[in-house]
């Protein structure tokens, strides 16, 4: 990886709130370790330890799977819970049809929604309730009542 995109995204770790040490790598979507504890990330109908499993979706959000690396059409979750983001949000993003995987970061912006646990309603608007993403296989995220 280039010193470049490496040192952006450090920056934009750091700048998000992230404390973990995600080593991130571009051409396969595959990452590497992180230091310290080992994080439960929740990953289609089971969990990943990371940072030994990294949870792999297909960019069209089915066939989640743990793995060691994961492959060009495969996006990374990173996160997907608020737990795993002391300071942040754990945000799902995605582009038209396709899931872009979910991140730290300070505020979910743009096209990215505030991810929650399956079993809780923890979502920073409480207006907002927890339900299934419709492409993310595995993922929740704070859904916006409809304006009425």
């Known amino acids: 990886m280039s010193t470049h995109r490496r040192i952006a995204i450090v920056a ?11 080593d991130y790598s571009f051409g396969g979507n595959s990452q590497g370790g992180q230091g310290g504890e080992t994080i439960n990330v929740a990953c289609g109908q089971t969990s990943c330890n990371t940072p030994a499993e990294l949870c792999c979706i297909a960019n069209d959000g089915s066939a ?7 492959s060009a059409n495969q996006v990374v979750i990173a996160c997907s819970e608020p737990g795993h983001c002391p300071g942040a949000f ?12 979910t991140s730290c970061q300070a505020v979910c912006a743009g096209s990215q929604v505030e991810v929650c646990p399956s079993t809780a309603n923890t979502c920073s608007d409480v207006a907002a309730s927890c339900a299934p993403h419709p492409i993310a296989t595995g993922v929740f995220y704070c859904q916006s009542p409809s304006p009425t």
């Open 64 to 70: 989640a799977a743990c793995e060691e690396a994961c």
């Open 90 to 101: 754990c945000c799902v993003a995605q582009e038209g049809a396709a899931f872009t995987g």
């Open 12 to 22: 934009l770790g750091t700048l998000a709130g992230c404390t973990e040490d995600w």
